[in-house]
Every structure is written in structure tokens, then in C-alpha cells.
């Protein structure tokens, strides 16, 4: 056993509500500058959707992750051989207008304007070339167009589904949307690091966060194409590929984030797994149908004393243990088992866990009147998302990983509706109890973590005590801090 430590996420969907508070703070603090006006390290597309960049779950388009042939695993975008041949060309890379091409408006044409009998307006330009351009995509302009043939109906993941399907889906009554906030996942296996030339891409070994080192980046973007979540951007103006850190100098002071403190749902949970680095490798040579749990069984248990020993014999202060014992990430993924990673099978091992989202029930049409159906919490065949959906981006196509995962969460709704309304008969609860494996004091803790848990259950994050390692702090006063040490320079 070696027991590794990762700082881990858990974001609730059915919380968010697509405010976009969590980009807009990213972006004021991380990417506000010259060349890195396209890159949203944080950003919230609605589902079913292509997404930013355009349909970036499309490996066969940009070869992100990793295959497996024949037992042996390799990153789909190419071997060290093809990757040196290569070198000077990717053509798997997306352009910007799978982005969009950033722009401000010409402001000088309403104060310059002559008198005349018109409004003026502010024409839009081009941020890279300076020319006005029409404006035609931006990184959420899918926004709640769930039923759109542009964006809906191109979603990779209704590839599962039949045409008849997909045709009810889209129907009125029938059409569903949620939001979708991704991050950097700072994976356990990540094929950006594999397939740097530079060695450029590093996973820090203290909290599992990923970084790219400004110093040994030479630009090759092979990075940009071998994250198959598409969350490592090129920086035009410097020419170095750049990526979400993590906000590491917060949480290396114990705070969450900017884009976890800034959520307005308080959908985003932070903590510690601890997990067994001597099982990535048969986790990641997994088949598709066992690739969540093998991912799962990674995950140690903070409060097995085997686990702890482990811990204590590499010098781990006790109080990262308790850190672990109270993680809600941990509680989430391993404990109540209702947080799943987001496309696992390419076989990265994410660390970023997302609950699926409930979305509102159904109903039918009785004389020109909506009625619920009677077994909407029953049958998950009648919830508004279909399953089949949900288990392509979340169970690598295992749909009883998604039921299950329903019947633990209808069976908190069920239990305080027995409780707190008094309608349901106690037979009736302890019926979805039973399905779900749960007891009374398990669901009123996921309802409280869930529901009302306070920022200090929300975040529990381990301060790294830099400063215990420096001797003389005032040394590197001013040394730290934003921007740039030594202003990067292109190579060519």
C-alpha cells in the first residue's frame, strides 16, 4: 500500500443554477490579461449541448485520453515516437473558433460620432487582430438552448440514444436542460503530463494539484489536445500553455478556491482522499464497465488504522488525518455513494465528482391539463432526463451506477417528506430506505450536507504551512504573490 494525498472536488448539479459567478470570478483574478482573453479555467455550459470548446467530448476530433489495446494503455493522441515525428504539427488541436474569438467594441465611435439623427453604436473588434468582426460564439452561448438543433441535437452523448429517443426528448413536454460547471479535474492519471515533450506539466506530489512551469513550457500544445476535457489552454501572447492551478496559494493557506467561495448554490464541496498509488494502474487497464469502481476502490478509507500507519511512516502530521476523517468529499464519493466522476472512461481518473442532477418530474397531458405521474419517484424510466443520458457522461455507460445513485438521492426526499410533511405511510419510507441501503441517520446527514451545511463543512482543507518551511520569511517578501517572477519570453 502507498497511500498518496489529493485534494478532491464534489459539485452538486442539481444546486447550480447557471449564474456564472464562479467563471466571472476566475477570470478577474487568473486570466484578465493579454493572450489569455478566450480562456474560461471555469465555465458553465448548459446540457445537452457541444460545449466550449465545440463538442470537446468528441475524441475522435481532438484524441483526448487514453486507449487501451490489447492490455497496454496509451494516450490516444500518440506514442513518444509519433509525438517527436510530430512535433512541429498537431493536427488535433481545436482552433479558436471552436473557442470563440474574443472581442471588445470600438467605444471611440459613439464619443468621435458626428450630430445626426441616429443612435450611434459601438462597433465590435477583434481583441487578436484588432478588425471588426461579427460576433457569432462566445464560450456560453448555448446557454439554456436545451432543444436547439444547433446544440442540443449535436450533444456527443445522445450518440447511445435511438432516433425515436432522442425524438421524445426534444419534444416540448419533454425537453430538459441542466448546468454543467467544469474545472481542471487534476487527475490521478492525466494525459496532459503524458504527452508534454517539454516535461513541462507536473502533478504536485503534497496535494495531487496539476500546474504547467511557465520556465520549461516551449509551447508544443500537445497538452491542449491530450486533456480530453479540454481545460489546458495556449497563451498566444507568451507562447506557453496555461491551465486552472487550482487557486494553490488559497488553498495552501486552507481557503477554498475563488470559484468554490464565489458559488452562489453553494453547490462545490472541497477536501481530501487519500488513495492507493500501487492500484492506479490495474484501476486504469480496467474494462469500461468496471472503471468506476475500480477508480472507487482507489479511495482509501481515512479511518482504517493500516491506512493511517501507512501515513505516519512518511511523516503526515495527524491533523491531515482528521482533515481526511471529516473530508465531504470523501463522504460524497465513498460514504453515501452519490457522487460520480464525469466521463470516466477516458481512463485520466478525475478527481472532480459531480451529483447527478434530479431535474423536475414529468407529468402528462389530461384534457389540455398537466398532471404528475403517479410513480415519478418510483420508476427512474420517468424521470425527465433519461438515464441512458446521465450514464454517458457520468458511468461510462452503466446505467445501474445511475439508479442506484437515484435511489439513494429520492430516498432522502422521500424520508423528510415522511418526516416533516406526515402524507407517507412509515411502510412506504422504510420501502425506498431499504432500496437504497440508507438509514435514518445516514439520510439526515446527506440531507444536512446537501442542504444547509455551513462553509466550514463545505470546505475542509488542510493548510500546508509554507511558511513552517521557510527560515526567514522577510527573505521572500514581495517574491510572492500575482503575476509573473521573470516575464516569459517566446523562443523563436
Not at 495552501?252 to 470559484?259: I, N, S, V, Y
Request: hydrophobic letters at 35%.
Amino acid at each position: 500500500m502507498d497511500v498518496r494525498i489529493q485534494i478532491s472536488m464534489v459539485f452538486h448539479l442539481d444546486k447550480c443554477i447557471g449564474c456564472h459567478t464562479c467563471s466571472i470570478s476566475c477570470k478577474n483574478v487568473w486570466t484578465d490579461r493579454k493572450g489569455a482573453e478566450y480562456m474560461w479555467w471555469n465555465n458553465v455550459e448548459t446540457k445537452p449541448g457541444t460545449g466550449y470548446p465545440t463538442l470537446w467530448e468528441d475524441q475522435e476530433k481532438y484524441k483526448g485520453g487514453w486507449e487501451k489495446k490489447d492490455s497496454v494503455l496509451k494516450p490516444k493522441l500518440q506514442g513518444k515516437l509519433k509525438g517527436l515525428l510530430n512535433i512541429f504539427y498537431n493536427p488535433f488541436l481545436p482552433t479558436i473558433d471552436d473557442y470563440y474569438e474574443p472581442w471588445t467594441y470600438r467605444y471611440s465611435d459613439l464619443f468621435d460620432s458626428p450630430p445626426m439623427d441616429d443612435q450611434p453604436s459601438a462597433r465590435p473588434i477583434s481583441l487578436i487582430t484588432g478588425k471588426t468582426i461579427d460576433v457569432e460564439s462566445g464560450p456560453n452561448w448555448d446557454d439554456d438552448l436545451s432543444g436547439t438543433p444547433f446544440y442540443a441535437k449535436n450533444d456527443p452523448n445522445l450518440k447511445n440514444l435511438t432516433e425515436e429517443e432522442k425524438n421524445i426528448i426534444f419534444e416540448m413536454e419533454n425537453i430538459f436542460h441542466f448546468y454543467l460547471p467544469r474545472i481542471c479535474n487534476h487527475c490521478l492519471n492525466p494525459t496532459c503530463v503524458a504527452v508534454c515533450p517539454s516535461g513541462a506539466i507536473y502533478k504536485r506530489g503534497e496535494d495531487g494539484i496539476v500546474l504547467v512551469s511557465q520556465d520549461k513550457c516551449r509551447g508544443w500544445r500537445m497538452c491542449v489536445s491530450g486533456c480530453p476535457y479540454k481545460k489546458v489552454y495556449y497563451n498566444y501572447e507568451t507562447g506557453k500553455s496555461e491551465k486552472c492551478i487550482l487557486c494553490y496559494p488559497r488553498v495552501e493557506t486552507g481557503q477554498a478556491p475563488m470559484c468554490f467561495h464565489s458559488c452562489v448554490g453553494r453547490i462545490r464541496y472541497m477536501g481530501v482522499l487519500l488513495y492507493d498509488a500501487e492500484k492506479i494502474e490495474s484501476a486504469i487497464k480496467s474494462e469500461d464497465k468496471d472503471i468506476v469502481k475500480s477508480q472507487l476502490d482507489l479511495i482509501l478509507d481515512p479511518f482504517d488504522n493500516k491506512v493511517i500507519e501507512n501515513l505516519k511512516k512518511k511523516g503526515i502530521k495527524e491533523e491531515i488525518i482528521e482533515y481526511a476523517q471529516n473530508s465531504p468529499v470523501y463522504k460524497f464519493v465513498k460514504k453515501f455513494k452519490i457522487a460520480l466522476p464525469l466521463h470516466p472512461e477516458f481512463r485520466t481518473l478525475p478527481m472532480l465528482f459531480y451529483v447527478p442532477p434530479l431535474l423536475p418530474v414529468k407529468a402528462k397531458k389530461e384534457n389540455c391539463k398537466l398532471r404528475l405521474l403517479e410513480s415519478f419517484f418510483s420508476e427512474p424510466e420517468n424521470f425527465r432526463a433519461p438515464i441512458k443520458y446521465l450514464a454517458s457522461l457520468f458511468s461510462a455507460g452503466d446505467e445501474n451506477l445511475i439508479k442506484d445513485v437515484y435511489k439513494r438521492l429520492i430516498a432522502v426526499r422521500i424520508f423528510k417528506r415522511w418526516k416533516e410533511v406526515g402524507d407517507l405511510k412509515d411502510e412506504e419510507k422504510d420501502k425506498y430506505l431499504k432500496e437504497a441501503g440508507l438509514d435514518e441517520k445516514e439520510l439526515e446527514e446527506i440531507f444536512e450536507l446537501t442542504s444547509i451545511a455551513s462553509i466550514e463543512k463545505r470546505f475542509v482543507i488542510p493548510p500546508s504551512g509554507r511558511e513552517e518551511m521557510i527560515d526567514d520569511v522577510y527573505k521572500f517578501k514581495g517574491e510572492t504573490g500575482f503575476g509573473y517572477k521573470r516575464k516569459p519570453e517566446r523562443r523563436w
